[in-house]
């Protein structure tokens, strides 16, 4: 393997290794003894369930392959997982806010489990059932261990500048480290060990068993709207209407959907961006050099909350960071004479992209502990999990498309698109930040008028 992913790599690890050991008073918030004992509970689960996740990732289109599925039949399935994800999201969403955030996470895992065993069968059917449980699955995790924690930490009466701190260790540890060991882990299972690809998917089935053993036995319910008198239909509208009549949640729900879509696309776009005439580049390792990215932006996230600066304002320059690193394929395709030699080693024009990739990477360590810290502030908990879910509708729709359509247009073409996505993105933060001053400069003065009433005959 060439010196220069070993040098990017490194560099990497030494800036991440220095703001973590580097950290100031300013960069550290003072807690209680009970805050920690949860947080780090929370923290434990989480990276058990993104273990589950991310243990899955590398050997999905490989044991597909093995399987003797074309591309067409493997995009069909990729295609089953997001498309249940849209279709079946809300309604799950939704239960997890009426029947319990607790159960919703019990589901993820009983879900998750049944997805990674019908990994061992090589019939269609049954791996189409599997991505379906995957899209169900995945959608609770991204909804309800977010609205437990939330609910949770409001109601045991905690700081809650505190969450910020959650949020920022729980993807640290599971977006970030849990990410790389998972990968590194997974070959070890199916390559080293002679195992076979469906090995990581047993790994990830006992991962997840874990976690829902810990989530039963030391977590407490809680609810979003435990009122009686309220059908599923109520509660999509009681979502539908708080994301109509609040702009603030609109915007959000926008940002999220823009960001989140062009970062999934990536996913599909780096690795033919990074090996155009089939250059022989080291998957998993470049994929372990991205996540150590993602801890990189999670760790800049971490000193920027705690410095308490406003969400809104930095995550715009984030945005137009991430816009400016994925509009690069364009510009070296144009600038940097492509070889037309087959195979080697990757080209000056895929070395300046990978840069550019591991920048975007760390604005997506940078954007998770941000964007729960915003949904935290707009989102209203009687509908936290299903309003989550309904931001998701759009961006499982695009994804869809984009895998259905990806041989349709060119990969440049491709990444201009994310890009424009992402500098909306960064409009639509630069708006949100305004609409949010304006609220709390309103319900300011109202408050101000309130207190000088009584002084008036």
């Known amino acids: 393997m060439e010196v220069f992913y070993y040098v990017v790599f490194g560099a990497l ?40 996740d991310w243990l899955q990732g590398p050997y999905v289109y490989y044991l597909y392959r093995q399987y003797g599925f074309d591309k067409g039949d493997i995009g069909r399935l990729f295609i089953a997982g997001f498309g249940s994800s849209m279709l079946f999201g809300t309604i799950v969403g939704s239960l997890a806010d009426k029947q319990g955030r607790k ?7 009983i879900s998750y489990i049944l997805s990674c065993i019908t990994k061992h069968s090589p ?47 729980a993807i640290f540890l599971g977006n970030g480290l849990v990410a790389i060991v998972s990968g590194l882990f997974a070959n070890l299972l199916a390559e080293n ?28 319910e809680n609810y979003g709207d435990p009122s009686e008198n309220k059908d599923l239909m109520a509660q999509f509208k009681v979502a539908a209407k708080a994301i109509a009549s609040d702009e ?18 990536f996913v599909f776009l780096w690795t033919p961006a990074l090996s155009p005439n089939e250059e022989d580049i080291p998957h998993g390792f470049i994929f372990a050099t991205f996540m150590l990215s993602s801890m990189l932006g999670s760790s800049i996230a971490s000193r920027l909350l705690a410095r308490k600066l406003k969400v809104e304002g930095y995550m715009q320059i984030v945005f137009s960071i991430s816009a400016v690193t994925l ?25 300046l992209q990978l840069l550019g990739f591991c920048t975007f990477e760390a604005c997506v360590g940078i954007f998770w502990p941000s964007i729960m810290k915003m ?17 998701r509708i759009p961006l499982n729709l695009f994804v869809c498309v984009v ?55």
């Open 103 to 109: 159960r919703a996470c019990i589901t993820y895992c």
């Open 193 to 220: 060990l002679g195992f076979g690809p469906v090995a990581p998917f047993d790994a990830a089935a006992c991962f997840l068993a874990i976690g829902m053993a810990i989530i039963m036995s030391s977590w407490s």
């Open 13 to 52: 690890a030494a800036v991440v290794a220095g703001l973590e050991l580097g950290k100031s008073g300013k960069d550290r918030v003072a807690t209680t003894s009970a805050f920690n004992s949860f947080k780090n509970n929370y923290v434990l689960v989480y990276s058990l369930m993104m273990s589950g």
């Open 375 to 391: 949904r935290s502030q707009y989102i209203p908990e009687e509908a936290r999990s299903t309003i989550m879910n309904f931001f």
């Open 403 to 457: 895998l259905y359509n990806v041989n349709a247009f060119p990969i440049t073409v491709m990444f201009g698109m994310c890009s424009i996505f992402l500098f909306m993105a960064a409009i639509l933060q630069r708006r949100l930040m305004v609409v949010s001053d304006l609220h709390k400069s309103s319900t300011k003065a109202q408050e101000m008028i309130g207190e000088d009433e009584p002084l008036n005959p």
């Open 248 to 265: 603030k949640i609109a915007l959000l729900g926008a940002i999220q959907s823009l960001f989140e879509g062009s970062m999934y696309t």
């Open 123 to 169: 019939e269609y059917k049954i791996l189409m059932i599997g991505r379906i449980l995957g899209g169900i699955a995945t959608s609770l995790l991204f909804s309800a261990f977010e609205s437990w924690l939330v609910a949770e930490h409001n109601k045991r009466g905690f700081d809650p500048q505190w969450l910020s701190i959650t949020f920022s260790k």
């Open 327 to 351: 509009v690069l394929p364009v510009v070296t395709n144009f600038l940097v004479p492509a070889s037309s030699v087959k195979g080697g080693g990757i080209s000056f024009g895929g070395s």
